[in-house]
């Protein structure tokens, strides 16, 4: 009978994670806090996120010209910029760490400055062949959107309009869904292949596809299962956040409502938005560190049914005795 390993492969993750978590240390914890701040996986926050306040400029066009002033165009010019260099910047980092967060699962030793600095090549590769596909799909996306508009500007009427945004929108989703499986794929295998080949990207897919080619139905069964495990995950992590979320939260909102007495019935006083900006400063730490094991698991998973597919890129061969004695532990 057929082993499939999207399946066999879920327990032994399990171990494998609790191998690298257990006994519990708060520098190893720290550190894949932080990696998973920049890798991600399942549970990437994103620090780099810029919400509007009010929408009211008026005072910001008041403040400019004191300051000297510049034209709305070159402020809005100067903010995209901005924005994208920190987007640039972002995505460098998040690919480096993808390099990084194998090799602690492979050496089981979290030295974050020195697999940095070895990987910084490896990173940019990854980050350039993330961003010519990201701009493939931005351009084969406004091509799907200058259609659609064009497809409103015609002469149609309401139902054929309807039934053409449908369409697009199918285009679009289609065009989105390969994309997507493309960069799962590359981070779940390619990374680790490109670790153990010591290659480039394209090499790297050149050989993943090779693997994948033996066991097609494996990496299709892989996708399901994982989609799956990571829904599920993440929803466990929510609830668990949002409880550690209430649970620091009450002794904020305890002073919160002591400051509205202190401050005349005003919700937002300066007291208030400190007590807001503490609340945050807590909360972004220990929500990563309840990420650690959610993250982990799902990268080892990965990791595990690439070694059981292609055993020679295997990077998760731990000794028995480490295993054994993480679960030895629970007893």
């Not at 480096?96 to 967060?101: C, G, K, R, S």
């Not at 399901?224 to 495990?229: D, E, P, Q, R, Y």
């Not at 995950?233 to 409880?243: F, H, K, S």
């Not at 209430?246 to 509205?260: R, S």
Request: net charge negative.
């Amino acid at each position: 009978m057929t082993e499939y390993f999207a399946f066999s492969k879920i327990d032994s993750a399990l171990d494998k994670t609790k191998a690298v978590l257990w006994p519990f240390n708060l520098g190893i914890w720290l550190r894949l806090a932080l990696i998973s701040l920049f890798a991600g996986g399942i549970t990437a926050i994103n620090p780099f996120q810029f919400t509007g306040g009010s929408s009211d400029m008026s005072d910001f066009n008041t403040v400019m010209p004191a300051m000297g002033g510049f034209p709305d165009l070159t402020v809005v010019l100067l903010i995209i910029l901005a924005l994208v260099i920190l987007f640039l910047i972002f995505g460098y980092l998040s690919s480096v760490f993808q390099f990084i967060f194998v090799d602690c699962l492979r050496t089981k030793e979290f030295r974050i400055r020195q697999y940095f600095s070895e990987r910084v090549g490896k990173g940019a590769r990854l980050f350039g062949f993330d961003l010519a596909v990201s701009l493939i799909l931005i351009l084969l996306v406004a091509v799907a959107m200058i259609a659609l508009i064009a497809g409103f500007m015609g002469a149609g009427g309401g139902a054929m309009n309807i039934m053409f945004f449908f369409t697009m929108m199918l285009a679009i989703i289609i065009i989105a869904i390969p994309v997507a499986l493309l960069f799962m794929l590359t981070i779940d295998f390619v990374v680790p292949i490109m670790i153990a080949k010591d290659c480039g990207v394209i090499e790297g897919w050149k050989e993943c596809w090779n693997v994948m080619k033996r066991g097609w139905l494996q990496v299709i069964i892989y996708i399901i299962m994982k989609f799956i495990l990571s829904v599920v995950i993440m929803i466990i992590m929510v609830i668990i956040a949002v409880i550690a979320a209430i649970i620091i939260g009450v002794p904020f909102l305890l002073a919160f409502i002591a400051t509205i007495g202190l401050s005349s019935g005003a919700l937002l006083s300066p007291l208030a938005v400190i007590l807001l900006i503490a609340y945050i400063i807590i909360l972004i730490p220990v929500v990563l560190i309840i990420s650690v094991p959610f993250v982990t698991y799902i990268r080892m998973y990965s990791l595990e049914v690439l070694g059981a597919m292609a055993p020679e890129y295997s990077m998760t061969d731990y000794p028995d005795e480490i295993i054994a004695a993480t679960d030895h532990s629970e007893e």
